[in-house]
């Protein structure tokens, strides 16, 4: 296994590799045509080939076209179910648990996440748990379904891997656990916070293992659980949480809400997304969906994130700082300019992707 | 202003201190009587003296009795309104906005939380958003009242001094806003996640300055936003987020996560808790209580939260490490060991609580 292929399966993406701007609709029907030929329907294959092509264009290029290699082999080896039906197994008013029937993460996220608007539009909160689903790409693809009908959306996911330990361990029973939480902004963006727990990416940490240099003490420990320098080291270890004990209960806690309230793995269940295609993973999602206008009339909530935004954009700034950005605001406006401009991939991700193409019969994109 | 009097305005205690073991029936007591001689009743006195006093017995003395001079001091000004009334203002089935007559934090948070879990006990979870509140101590000890009926509980409050900027600026304007997720666990202390947004406690910097040692680089950040590893300049400047931009999204998300669905004070808005006496400080909550049973027969949600919990304990420790703590579970071992033996205070403390004891005249304790 090479530098480059160990790097997808972490939490980032290598940067010591040449980009090639693809155009976005041409990436998007590459993806979704991989899909379809490992077995999606047509409307699951272009929501999963969006939502991917989507995270590249934000910028998230750990959780987008990268995956697609793993998600089509886990597909072609049945690990996910490629024609899964979602159902729901046990709901109330304004709750719900869904069983993902083993589909495909953003194919299941979607379905829960929407039952949780569709819950919320008459003015009640909902909560919607998920099991039985896969890996599903970018939290902030899922809140930001909540934010188009003026909700704040909540989305977290137990992660695929396990690359942490509980604190003072070591003993990898904890996934990097990503969460997002957006809140809706009048004719913008949504005030975004995606973020998963660890200090850094795995992928800087295999960046640095390449070009042999040190790691800062607090991005990882080893694999007796103490803190090293050596990337090397770190690379046999694990990933570190944001703020140590601070990170630990954060990761922990969001996966214990990821999974505790519909029977997902957890812990020592957690099986290796790119491991193990044998047993299906079993992921758990939760999904809240607050519709602003329960608490506030909508329009004086906007007043209010209106004044909140301009103040902290117009705060005084650190030397050398252009602008102050707004969480998920530069993700946001990224999206915009490559939906004109086209989307970088790295040379090595086309290439892999080119590969796969054309064992399944597609032409090369980029 | 000293040393010792600029921690007690911070999140940390000094440890520069000498501490004295108090008798915790005795320290309540006295905390009640001073509420009580500065115009609170006897139930809302008992409730804010018993919840400062578990924060010590929990070994979060940041939150306990080394606030009671400054509240008292609101009080006694009418800064804070000692005989509030939180009344609801807005409401739905499952969602509330609370009023809170600009009353101690703790009481209308446990008045919110109370009725937060009240609405969620036909099954459905509930929102209960907050303003015209005040500084409300411990985010955990409010989750913990949705916890003891097999409920998740979230609290999240704005601080009630800006100490942080947002990222890359160099003008506080967010506070460092905590919050708590307790996950209710089978005959033991919830699973609580109870953090605030900041790498480190600015009491620490105090101490550090005091002795005049250098401070890590991602601790602070100067008056003009850049980062220091001077504790005297970072003391003129503002605490930093954990994990940088990821904390920064954190804190501010919590922000507003408090304050935008009551019309509670943000960024600019917020005054100074220790400085201005004039205007109400108009601080916002939002709590929120999720019926396990909405989802799963809690006793499967209680086999699922063991085997969990026991999987953690169990795991392989890094060298020197004794035990693998689950969230909360120190401050729970804690409590209950201070309920028998004593609760330490900090020899400072001690002493300002006497001056103002014999102010009002109560005999000193400890």
Tied chains: 1, 2.
């Excluded at 648990?97 to 569709?118: C, F, K, P, S, T």
């Excluded at 992928?203 to 790691?215: N, R």
């Excluded at 570190?240 to 957890?266: C, D, E, N, Q, R």
Aim: contains cysteine; charged residues 25%; glycine residues 12%.
């Amino acid at each position: 296994m090479t530098a480059g292929n160990r790097d997808r399966e972490g939490d980032g993406v290598a940067d010591f590799d040449f980009e090639t701007v693809v155009d976005g609709g041409r990436l998007t029907a590459f993806c979704r045509d991989v899909f379809l030929r490992v077995g999606m329907e047509e409307a699951d294959a272009a929501l999963c080939a969006g939502s991917l092509v989507e995270a590249d264009m934000r910028g998230v290029a750990s959780h987008g076209v990268v995956r697609v290699p793993i998600y089509a082999e886990r597909l072609e080896r049945r690990a996910n179910n490629p024609r899964a039906t979602p159902r729901i197994v046990r709901e109330t008013r304004t709750t719900a648990v869904m069983d993902g029937d083993n589909g495909m993460g953003q194919v299941v996220g979607a379905r829960a996440m929407e039952l949780a608007v569709r819950k919320a539009r008459d003015g009640e909160p909902s909560w919607v748990s998920v099991r039985n689903s896969n890996h599903f790409g970018a939290a902030a693809w899922f809140a930001e379904i909540a934010t188009r009908e003026d909700m704040i959306g909540f989305a977290v996911t137990i992660g695929g891997i396990n690359h942490m330990v509980p604190w003072g361990g070591a003993e990898a029973l904890l996934g990097n656990n990503p969460f997002a939480i957006g809140m809706p902004m009048r004719g913008a963006a949504p005030m975004m916070l995606d973020m998963a727990c660890s200090v850094a990416a795995r992928g800087k940490i295999i960046v640095a293992a390449k070009e042999g240099t040190p790691i800062p003490a607090d991005w990882a420990v080893d694999r007796d659980g103490v803190p090293t320098t050596d990337a090397a080291r770190a690379l046999e270890g694990f990933v570190s949480p944001v703020g140590g004990p601070k990170g630990y209960a954060l990761t922990l806690t969001m996966g214990l809400l990821s999974t505790m309230l519909s029977g997902a793995a957890f812990g020592s269940e957690v099986t290796h997304m790119y491991e193990d295609f044998e047993r299906p993973q079993n992921i758990g999602h939760l999904f809240a969906a607050i519709p602003v206008g329960a608490f506030e009339d909508p329009g004086t909530y906007h007043d209010r994130m209106d004044k909140a935004a301009r103040e902290l954009r117009g705060a005084r700034r650190a030397p050398g700082v252009e602008r102050i950005h707004l969480p998920g605001e530069r993700e946001a406006a990224l999206l915009e300019a490559r939906r004109a401009s086209g989307v970088p991939v790295a040379a090595s991700v086309l290439e892999e992707l080119a590969e796969l193409g054309a064992r399944l019969g597609l032409e090369r994109v980029g």
